[in-house]
């Protein structure tokens, strides 16, 4: 079965520091990865999605991520934080490669940034 | 384009009664999927409805159940409900398989 680990339950940044999210996944196919954002009280925001091609994906709110194969990976990153990127990150994996419906997701790792 | 809308928000119910959470997706998604949120068990999927049929269904006992109308919106029902039951249930909708985009979410307390 896939699995995500997402091995930093919280992580705290200056502002204007850069920021990388860890995330291993467990597949045995080319899996679909995505990374959301929740804040308090909230639901979930698509950041960015890999599902083929070029291994770095641009997201939104100036997030990429690379994927690397051969590590298991899919590390979200971001040069410079701002404080309203404090926030859940979860990752997730699509179980089902062709299809997004079904995601088992990371334990999150919660973002707090200091100003 | 209005984004997927969960009704209610907010839910308080006491042990042993059932409930059940509303989900309209974007127009024009035809796949719903739901999922819970814990502290202690994080985020699991549920299940996924598409065109009113069951595609995909988690690990969750039979007192979670849900149904797709006609239109797209999903309700999903929980019965005898527990005290574990009290979560964050978020909806989803999909176009083309490819993508998620949830719901706030309905927050469920059960006493």
Redesign the interface.
Known sequence: AQSVTQPDIHITVSEGASLELRCNYSYGATP?LFW?VQSP??????LL?Y?SGDTLVQGIKGFEAEFKRSQSSFNLRKPSVHWSDAAEY?C?VA??T???????????TRLQVTL | KAGVTQTPRYLIKTRGQQVTLSCSPISGHRSVSWYQQTPGQGLQFLFEYFSETQRNKGNFPGRFSGRQFSNSRSEMNVSTLELGDSALYLCASSFLDNEQFFGPGTRLTVL
Do not use: P, V
Request: net charge positive; aromatic share 20%; proline share 0%.
């Open positions: 679909y959301y009280g909230q639901g979930l925001q698509l999605k599902f979860f997730a179980a089902d062709g299809t997004a419906s079904k995601l088992t997701f990371g334990t999150g």
